[in-house]
């Protein structure tokens, strides 16, 4: 088993930032990818930005430029820092945990956290 606690989050205006942070504990050994989710209200979780065991991460279109995913190993710790945020990154930010190659919903996941973009 492996736990997930986010933190972070918060209300700032846009073109602000925030770092979100995710502490894992457990069997993080049998984790190979580390992932950022957000659903926002009415639309469907989707996956924002990953890294994976070896340091190589992956952005979606919208947050490229602007989001910066990374890792401490010492600390077991996952970041996203969000820069330039716009009103439409409004949501609540899930890290994830995956054993490569299952699916994301295959994985764990932590509470969320919410993450408010006023214009």
């Known amino acids: 088993q492996v736990q997930l606690v986010e933190s972070g989050g918060g209300l700032v205006q846009a073109e602000g930032s925030l770092r979100l942070s995710c502490a894992a504990s457990?069997?993080?050994?049998?984790?190979?990818?580390m992932g950022w989710h957000r659903q926002a209200p009415g639309k469907q979780r989707e996956l924002v930005a990953s890294?994976?065991?070896?340091?190589?991460?992956f952005y979606v279109d919208p947050v490229k430029g602007r989001f910066t995913v990374s890792r401490d190993n010492a600390k077991n710790t996952v970041y996203l820092q969000m820069n330039s945020l716009k009103p439409e990154d409004t949501a609540v930010y899930y890290c994830?945990?995956?054993?490569?190659?299952?699916?994301w919903g295959e994985g764990y996941w932590g509470q969320g956290t919410q993450v408010t973009v006023s214009s």
């Open positions: 890294i994976n065991r070896g340091g190589g991460t």
């Open positions: 994830a945990a995956r054993r490569w190659p299952l699916a």
């Open positions: 457990g069997n993080i050994f049998s984790i190979d990818d």
